[in-house]
Structure formats: C-alpha cells, structure tokens
C-alpha cells in the first residue's frame, strides 16, 4: 500500500494538494499524515482499530475544515 501511496504522490502534486514527503518506506507506527494524500501502517495485522485516532484527526483537518 505504501508503494501505491507512493506512485499516486505525483497526481498529488500536479493537483496542488499534496504528495507524500518521501518515497522511502518510514516503518511501522509511523504516519505521513501531514498532506491530503496521506498514509499510515501499524502493528498488529488487518484491523483498522489503533488507526482510528490518526483517521479522525486527518479527517478533521483535511474534510472538516474545506466544508
């Protein structure tokens, strides 16, 4: 997922949003949070639970806030 992330920063970018700040893989527990196109991975396999912090405040910043 993070690969994919990766390649669609450059859409990102072209539409004056906002890539991710990297293309090198930050590790586990680690967010790139900062822009619309955003991502991060935890620990613990395929629920989406320990995320749910990190969604709501991206959503809060990023859907909230452009109503």
């Known amino acids: ?3 994919a992330t990766v390649k669609a920063s ?3 970018e072209l ?3 906002g890539g991710l ?3 090198l893989y930050p590790g586990t527990d ?3 949070m900062e822009q619309p196109l955003a991502w991060r991975q935890h620990h613990g396999g ?3 639970g320990p995320n749910w912090p990190y969604f709501l405040d991206f959503f809060d910043r990023f859907v909230v806030r452009n109503k």
Request: proline share 11%; aromatic share 12%; net charge negative.
């Open 1 to 3: 997922m993070f690969l």
């Open 10 to 12: 450059p859409v990102y």
């Open 15 to 17: 539409l004056g949003a």
């Open 21 to 23: 700040p990297t293309d």
């Open 30 to 32: 680690v967010g790139l």
């Open 46 to 48: 395929h629920e989406s």
